[in-house]
């Protein structure tokens, strides 16, 4: 059991990604013909070393705790979990008022069942935001631990932009685009991949409602779960704040009672 923090849907991180899902049950598929040969290669290189498609595919669950650091102090903290093959999701915080939700959705149909303080809500105005919002942290939260593995989305566009040197390493630099797909698809990125492990150190972007300079973002502390390696910690350059993750876990099954509300406080 943890504390959730009362920070909720205020903060303001990029909140892009593909709202199609690379799994199982998904039959859409990436088109290769949009991207540049040399940013495919690299992506394939990349692919390896965070342990390869088949680790990936087999990751039917994934659940982890996202976390926000701000000057020394946690501001946000939510729970999330996974179902990949069926998309069945599960959210859990607390809201602005202090008070514990938590909203079990499938992420194709964006409809389930909100729970407020225990209590079901009825379907209404209130119901349907917190729908929304919920999705809506599917969509950021994720993106920020699984990035490098949806580069192959559909709709997601890969060119190579050439080498560069950041912190004494020298990195392959891939800019990501996006063809109408995604709640922003203007969204832009640069994936700087190292030429030493081949895994994402750094990515800078420029979300569709901005200007440039690009936010710059380390992606630290690779851990090897379940098969596949993810980044567990990511620190802002020139600001005093992080995103990072706690309770991670990769599997290829299902506990069915976490997409039940069962009165447990994850």
């Keep these: 059991m943890f504390k959730f923090i009362a920070a909720a849907f205020l903060i303001v991180f990029p909140f892009h990604t593909s709202s199609q899902q690379t799994t199982p049950a998904n039959n859409k598929v990436f088109d290769p013909s ?25 990751a039917r669950y994934l659940g982890f705790r996202w976390l926000v650091e701000r000057e020394g102090n946690v501001v946000a903290d939510f729970r999330h979990d996974w179902d990949r093959y069926t998309n069945r999701y599960r959210v859990e915080g607390t809201d602005r008022d202090g008070k514990h939700f938590v909203v079990l959705f499938n992420t194709d149909t964006k409809d389930g069942e909100v729970y407020l303080d225990g209590v079901r809500l009825p379907a209404d105005t209130t119901k349907t935001k917190m729908l929304e919002d919920a999705y809506g942290r599917h969509i950021n939260d994720s993106y920020w631990l699984i990035m490098p593995y949806k580069l192959n989305d559909p709709g997601v566009i890969l060119n190579y932009e050439g080498e560069k040197e950041a912190g004494g390493q020298q990195y392959d630099v891939i800019k990501v ?90």
């Design 34 to 58: 949009k991207s540049d040969a040399k940013a495919l290669a690299v992506m394939e290189e990349m692919w390896t070393a965070l342990g390869g498609k088949d680790n990936w595919e087999k």
């Design 177 to 266: 685009t996006f063809e109408n797909v995604g709640l922003t698809p203007k969204d832009t990125y640069w994936a700087f991949i190292s030429k030493n492990d081949r895994l994402m150190h750094k990515w800078e972007y420029v979300l569709q409602d901005r200007q440039p300079p690009p936010t710059i973002c380390w992606w630290k502390d690779w851990q090897t779960i379940g098969g596949i390696k993810l980044a567990m910690n990511k620190e802002f350059e020139g600001r005093p704040v992080r995103i990072y993750f706690k309770e991670v876990k990769v599997s290829p099954t299902v506990d069915e009672a976490v997409f039940e509300m069962t009165g447990k406080t994850f």
